[in-house]
């Protein structure tokens, strides 16, 4: 089906921060297959990882235990400090299983006709739950009706939040820790342990959607980690499996026991291969200290992207944080990202058509990071 509007090139091969088109042309990936792969292109590890598992075994169904996925379910508990643990297949399976659990929370007090509340300018997937969640009305466009029971209120505004306390239907808050498709929208400091005391005076479950941000991205497991707020929820994917489809969504204290046999279900969520692509991504991330490396080239690139890019005038605001970054322009430049291909880099337009958003990979040499910046500069530059 013509679902995407596609940009007239095709990569075949990819190594580290690069990748080839079938033309044998070379580019730099500041995408990462957005948010993807976190680690690189055919990492040694992660290929051997595949490579071992597809010679064991692939699938078996949650009708058995799954050694592998009760491993990585106990991992990822660990870095995600979280209790429980239940593996789907891609980001939006994910935030429908934190709805889904926002539902059952509602049953335990009572509330018939639960809302949640989600932010506006947010992404959060395709599926009908997840479209209904999401705060971008393109994206809902022409799927009418949608589940009614979200309201919207703006990212960043705390009083927007406690404005809805009186609403008893009100069961849980679901917003990402620093918006992605929305343009790289970093809150304040503060936002989120404001967020979670709002939750916690009212009893609404936090929920929150670290797809994109999670696994490392901004220098951290997971963006929250950087101040001491705990969700009672999280999702995450992309780069769980660093291109092998897993996503997770994970839950702590009263949010953790609501999934029981039965009501919840997929087929090839946590399958042995996805589970120890999964478990190897982890592995890496830690054995090679990628967390910090992840801290430290984010940083370095947006002190070359401000110092070289601060000088244009077409250039609003330069934001984020570790490999997550925006580069927000005074205005939509159609053509953009093909100008940034034909200039061998690999970017991507969001945040209305206005920022350029970078998500590298942490393995990008340093090489490639002013290599980035040169290209990003030159092309705005002439733009
Ligand atoms: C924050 C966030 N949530 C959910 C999703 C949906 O994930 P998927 O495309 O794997 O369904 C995305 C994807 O871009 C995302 O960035």
Redesign the pocket.
């Known amino acids: 089906m013509n679902a995407y509007a596609r940009l007239p090139v095709s990569f075949v091969r990819g190594e580290g921060a690069l990748l080839w088109d079938a033309n044998g042309k070379q580019y730099i990936d500041a995408l990462g297959g ?2 993807v792969t976190f680690l690189g292109h055919c990492h040694p590890t992660i290929s051997q990882t595949i490579s071992l598992q597809a010679n064991t075994l692939l699938h078996t169904s949650n009708l058995f235990h799954i050694s592998a996925q009760a491993k990585l379910g106990e991992e990822f508990c660990r870095i995600a400090s979280m209790d429980k643990v239940f593996f789907g297949n ?4 994910a ?1 429908e299983a934190a709805i889904k659990i926002s539902r059952l929370y509602a049953r335990t007090k009572n509330v018939e006709q639960p809302v949640v509340i989600t932010m506006n300018n947010s ?4 599926t009908m739950a ?1 479209l209904s969640a999401t705060g971008n009305e393109a994206i809902k466009s022409g799927f009418e009706p949608l589940l009614s029971d979200f309201i919207h209120v703006d990212f960043n505004d705390l009083d927007a939040l406690k404005a809805l306390q009186d609403n008893a239907n009100v069961v849980a808050v679901m917003l ?1 820790p620093i918006q ?2 929305g343009g790289v929208i970093v809150p304040d400091p503060d936002y989120l342990s404001g967020v979670r005391e709002i939750c916690d005076a009212n009893n609404w479950l936090m929920i929150l ?1 670290e ?3 999670g696994m490392g991205r901004t220098g951290d497991w997971f963006a929250h980690q950087a101040s001491d707020v705990k969700p009672d929820v999280l ?1 995450s ?2 780069a769980l499996g660093n291109g092998i489809p897993i ?1 997770a969504c994970a839950a702590r204290g009263k949010a953790a026991d609501l999934i029981s046999p039965g009501v919840h279900g997929t087929t090839f969520g946590g399958n042995p291969f996805s589970s120890q692509v999964a478990l190897s991504v982890i592995d890496v991330i830690e054995s090679e200290q990628l967390l910090e490396k992840s801290k430290e080239l984010g940083q370095q690139l947006k002190k070359q992207l401000q110092q070289n890019l601060g000088t244009l005038d077409k250039v609003i605001d330069i934001r984020g944080r570790g490999l997550m970054l925006g580069i927000e322009l005074d205005k939509a430049y159609p053509g953009l990202a093909q100008t940034f291909l034909d200039h061998g880099l690999v970017v991507n337009i969001t945040g209305a058509g206005k920022v350029i958003r970078l998500l590298p990979s942490v393995v990008t040499t340093e090489k490639q990071i002013k290599t980035i910046t040169e290209t990003i500069y030159s092309v705005i530059e002439h733009v």
């Open positions: 957005i948010a891609s980001g939006a399976e935030n992404f959060h997937g395709r997840t990402e992605g498709e959607d797809i994109q941000t999702t994917a992309k996503g």
